[in-house]
C-alpha cells in the first residue's frame, strides 16, 4: 500500500484511501469540483476532483474509495490530484491500514491491565473491576479499540487503553512511594477514569463527539457508570463508593478544566497529576512525531503555551 507518508510530488498513484470528507464546492470560473480529505493509518492528504466525468464513481464522505492520480504541490503542501474513483465496501479492505491505532500490541496492553486489577485486594472495587473488565464483553471490546480523544492526545484506535495502562502504572508508582495512599483506590479509579469516554465520542471511522457526549461528558457519564455498577454489588460500602466517585469527578484538577470538583482526596490528586502527566507527555511525543524531520523549534503549541522542539 502507498500510505500518505511516503508520497511524493510527482508520484502516481492508484490505491484506496478512506475519504474522511468531502465538499463539493465551485471554482472561480463557476466549475463543480469536488474537495476531498484521504487518509489512511499514516495521515491525511487534501485531494482534488477537479474533472467530474464518468470516471468518477459515485461517493461520499465517510467512504473507502480507489482513486488514481497524481501528487501535485500546492502552496507547499501535498495535494493528490485524482482523475478516477471506485467506491469500496469495508468487506474489501483491512480498517486498520486506515484508522491511526496505538503503535503498542492492544491484547498485551489489556492483559497487563488486567494484571493490576488482580492486585487490587479490596473485594467490592476487585469485583467491580472485574464486572467491566473480565465479565463485559461488549465494553471490553468497545474499550479496546476507543481512542481516548477527538483530538488532542492518544486519539487513535487503543488510545483509551495505552492511555488507562499509562496512568495506571503512574498512580502505581505513586503508591509506592506515598505509603499513605490507598493504593486499592487509586488503582481503581485510575482503571476506571475514562471509561465515559466510550460513550462521549463515538467509534471509528467517525471518531467524533456523540450527542450524549457533549450534553454530559465522559466525567459525569464514567461516575455514573460506577454507581450503576457498584449498587448491583451486594455490600458496596457507600463511603468507599463516594471516595471513588469523588476521584473521577475530580481527575481533571480544576473546575476551568472541566473537573465538576477540585480533588479533596490524596488519592484524587495523585490521579489528577497522573492524567495530566500522561496526556501532557503523549501531546508532546505527538507533536515532535508530526514532524520527524524537523530539529528545529517547533513553534508555539497552544496546549503547552510554549514553543517547542526536540532534545539535541
Known amino acids: 500500500m502507498n ?25 472561480k470560473a463557476g466549475k463543480t469540483y469536488y474537495s476531498l480529505t484521504l487518509q489512511d ?25 480507489k482513486v488514481s492520480g497524481q501528487i501535485t504541490s500546492f502552496n507547499n503542501q501535498l495535494q493528490f490530484n485524482i482523475k478516477r474513483v471506485q467506491r469500496m465496501q469495508e468487506n474489501e479492505i483491512d480498517v486498520s491500514d486506515y484508522m491511526p491505532t496505538s503503535q503498542y500490541n492492544i491484547e498485551e496492553m489489556f492483559s497487563e491491565l488486567k494484571g493490576f486489577i488482580d492486585s487490587v485486594e479490596e473485594p467490592h472495587l476487585k469485583k467491580l473491576l472485574q464486572s467491566y ?21 492518544h486519539c487513535f484506535i487503543g488510545g483509551l487503553l495505552e492511555h488507562t495502562l499509562s496512568v495506571t502504572r503512574l498512580c502505581d508508582f ?17 482503571i476506571c477514569h475514562d471509561i465515559g469516554k466510550i460513550y462521549e465520542i463515538s467509534d471509528f471511522p467517525l471518531n467524533d463527539y456523540t450527542d450524549e457526549g457533549n450534553l454530559l461528558g465522559h466525567i459525569v457519564m464514567g461516575t455514573m457508570m460506577i454507581r450503576d ?24 484538577g480544576k473546575l476551568e478544566f472541566g473537573s465538576p ?36 523549534w517547533l513553534g508555539y503549541q497552544k496546549f503547552f503555551e510554549s514553543n517547542i522542539r526536540r532534545t539535541k
Open 229 to 252: 455498577r457498584a449498587n448491583t454489588i451486594e455490600g458496596f460500602p457507600q463511603s468507599l463508593l463516594s471516595e471513588l466517585e469523588h476521584c473521577i469527578l475530580a481527575h481533571h
Open 174 to 190: 505513586y503508591a509506592k512511594n506515598y505509603p499513605m495512599l490507598n493504593r486499592d483506590l487509586l488503582i481503581t479509579a485510575a
Open 261 to 296: 470538583k477540585k480533588p479533596g482526596l490524596m488519592e484524587a490528586m495523585a490521579l489528577a497529576y497522573a492524567d495530566d502527566t500522561d496526556a501532557k507527555m503523549e501531546t508532546f511525543k505527538e507533536a515532535l512525531d508530526a514532524n520527524p524531520d524537523n530539529s528545529d
Open 133 to 153: 473488565f473480565v465479565d463485559d464483553a461488549q465494553f471490553i471490546k468497545k474499550f479496546k479499540r476507543h481512542s481516548a480523544a477527538k483530538i488532542v492526545h
Open 41 to 65: 493509518k499514516t495521515g491525511t492528504i487534501d485531494g482534488k476532483i477537479w474533472d467530474l466525468s464518468n470516471a468518477i464513481e459515485h461517493f461520499e464522505a465517510m467512504d473507502y474509495i
Open 3 to 27: 500510505y500518505i507518508n511516503t508520497l511524493r510530488e510527482g508520484d502516481n498513484i492508484t490505491d484506496i484511501y478512506f475519504c474522511k470528507s468531502k465538499i463539493v464546492a465551485q471554482s
